[in-house]
């Protein structure tokens, strides 16, 4: 496959990839490279799950989320979990347990995420990036769970992990402080 470079980003680049059709005629297809993300489900001492409101100029909305951001060049998924849930909300964790791997939007996108339950946490102070406006907002696990459902949480990645979280690691614990 040949690739051509359409654009290069701060973050990802945009090429243009020649694949075979069916038939074994080249097609040319628009991918996004980037370095791959993490997600941190951060859980606090009395089991509350530490989201953010997050502002995304991109859809132009405020969304509820789990913290998460792009990997540094060079850093591993847990540095760069350490790093991003210190940032977004102002705690540091003892403990980061892997959780899930995923390709956000695997149809035009590489990258890939990696999920991290964050417990022991300790809290320090934020520090976002310029143009981030980000609240913390923690939430017991019941709430979470009815903002999954209703729609009031619609950030893939959150979505994503969260339930995975319930379904696989919580389990019937979940309406109370978290086993994890």
Not at 24 to 40: L, N
Not at 78 to 95: D, N, V
Not at 97 to 102: E, H, M
Not at 124 to 152: K, N, Y
Request: charged share 30%; net charge negative.
């Amino acid at each position: 496959m040949s690739a051509r470079t359409l654009l290069e980003g701060r973050k990802f680049r945009v090429e243009a990839v020649d694949v075979p059709d069916r038939e074994g005629r080249p097609r040319t297809r628009e991918v996004v490279r980037h370095p791959g993300a993490v997600v941190i489900l951060p859980l606090l001492p009395d089991g509350r799950i530490v989201l953010i409101r997050n502002q995304r100029f991109a859809v132009g909305a405020t969304l509820l989320e789990l913290p998460a951001g792009t990997r540094e060049p060079g850093e591993d998924d847990a540095t760069g979990a350490h790093r991003e849930l210190e940032e977004e909300t102002g705690y540091q964790a003892g403990t980061l347990t892997p959780l899930v791997r995923f390709f956000a939007s695997p149809g035009f996108c590489d990258e890939e995420m990696i999920g991290f339950v964050a417990t022991d946490l300790v809290p320090t102070r934020q520090r976002l990036d310029a143009t981030e406006h980000i609240e913390v907002e923690p939430v017991d696990v019941a709430t979470f769970r009815e903002m999954l459902r209703d729609g009031r949480i619609v950030d893939g990645k959150t979505l994503a992990c969260g339930l995975y979280w319930l379904s696989f690691v919580a389990g019937s614990e979940a309406e109370g402080p978290s086993r994890v």
